[in-house]
């Protein structure tokens, strides 16, 4: 089956629609989600070289649960804006951000790849799994060059293959068997159109960046069982939603019946752990 033609504004309203909707239950999720991807993010912050003092941009900051460790590593004199989409996510950032007495934090609602910040603004443009769903990646790369002084650093993290990530790929695979979908065609989004050997790479060098610095991380998702894995995602992931949405009532609960299935061959006597590879990139300009 061919991919229909890939219609960006449509996608990107459809995006903004699904985290609208999503965004406190991932909030709710961040302790599960801390402790995935906590450690990596530190990784990320330190390829992009965020120091006290430095100005940081934060591209699909989320809940801002990365901004608010690098406005940790910056301090009192330094500045984290923490950007995103969907306003929902950016009032969940900016309510952190005051509640953690993080003053440095400025959260705006933003398209990044149409960014309303002046030429050479930061030292370090950070997005922790975001790039990947931007429907015009170049755009946004070439934003974010924009956005960073000379030598400033761009550091992002992102999913490698499928086979590496089988927590996210058994629901993707079994929704888009069921429904009938098509493959994504290349250059389109979706959570690892970048994982590919060298994918990632050619994306910052096409955008101009040099010096490109890419390592592969691992970063186990553990969760009490199958089951509350199952429950994260079908309360967070906007996106299988969207993607059942020509399936009636009763064939999305068997599709979440096969998924449940298929998750729970990484239970075990300490609960659910499912093997997660990450990318971290980083690149100057």
Excluded at 84 to 113: K, S, T, Y
Aim: charged share 25%.
């Amino acid at each position: 089956m061919t991919a229909p033609p890939f219609d960006r504004v449509k996608y990107k309203e459809t995006t903004l629609a699904l985290w609208q909707s999503a965004a406190e239950a991932w909030h709710r999720w961040n302790p599960v989600i801390h402790a995935w991807v906590g450690p990596a993010t530190e990784v990320m912050l330190d390829l992009a070289r965020i120091g006290p003092g430095s100005r940081v941009l934060d591209l699909a900051a989320g809940d801002g649960d990365q901004s608010f460790a690098a406005a940790r590593r910056v301090g009192p004199r330094g500045s984290v804006l923490a950007t995103d989409l969907a306003p929902n996510l950016v009032a969940i950032a900016a309510r952190g951000a005051r509640d953690a007495g993080l003053a440095q934090v400025e959260a705006r609602v933003m398209d990044a790849e149409r960014l309303d910040v002046p030429d050479a603004a930061f030292d370090a443009v950070i997005c922790r799994l975001g790039l990947f769903f931007f429907g015009d990646l170049p755009a946004a790369l070439a934003e974010a060059r924009r956005a960073l002084r000379p030598g400033g650093r761009l550091a992002a993290l992102v999913f490698s293959t499928p086979d590496k990530n089988q927590f996210y790929a058994i629901p993707i695979s079994t929704i888009r068997r069921r429904a009938r979908l098509p493959e994504p065609g290349p250059g389109r989004p979706g959570p690892f159109s970048l994982g590919g050997p060298g994918v990632f790479e050619a994306a910052l060098t096409g955008a101009g960046f040099r010096d490109v610095d890419t390592r592969v991380l691992l970063a186990s998702l553990r969760t009490a069982s199958a089951a509350e894995c199952l429950r994260f995602q079908r309360e967070s992931f906007g996106a299988l939603h969207q993607m059942m949405v020509r399936l009636s009532e009763g064939e999305r609960r068997e599709t979440w019946d096969e998924i449940g299935e298929g998750l729970r061959a990484y239970e075990g006597p300490g609960g659910f752990e499912s093997p997660c590879e990450l990318i971290v990139g980083a690149a100057v300009k």
